[in-house]
Nanobody
């Protein structure tokens, strides 16, 4: 079992920045991914950004150039740096880690972009 704890959400003005953190209780080991998803009210959960165990990253088109995913292996932690935030980025952001057999989700952290 792996526990994921997200932090860093909150209220931010349009154009502002925020960094989310997700700390895993342990690494899945081997080939795995860690990533961020988001779910806005009335919408389906969608991928924001993922990073694989070899460092490959992938982003949703809507956040390319504005968001950066990174990780700190020694702390089993993944980060999402979000810049130039827009109101449409408002959502609950969830952290996920997965390999070919299992996946685990965090509890989510709210990000609200509003003036």
């Amino acid at each position: 079992q792996v526990q994921l704890v997200e932090s860093g959400g909150g209220l931010v003005q349009p154009g502002g920045s925020v960094r989310l953190s997700c700390a895993a209780s342990k690494s899945l080991g081997g080939i795995y991914v860690m990533g961020w998803y988001r779910q806005a009210p009335g919408k389906q959960r969608e991928l924001v950004a993922v990073i694989t165990s070899d460092g490959t990253t992938n982003y949703a088109d809507s956040v390319k150039g504005r968001f950066t995913i990174s990780r700190e292996n020694a702390k089993n932690t993944v980060y999402l740096q979000m810049n130039s935030l827009k109101p449409e980025d408002t959502a609950v952001y969830y952290c996920k880690t997965a390999n070919a057999r299992v996946e685990y989700w965090g509890q989510g952290t709210q990000v609200t972009v509003s003036s």
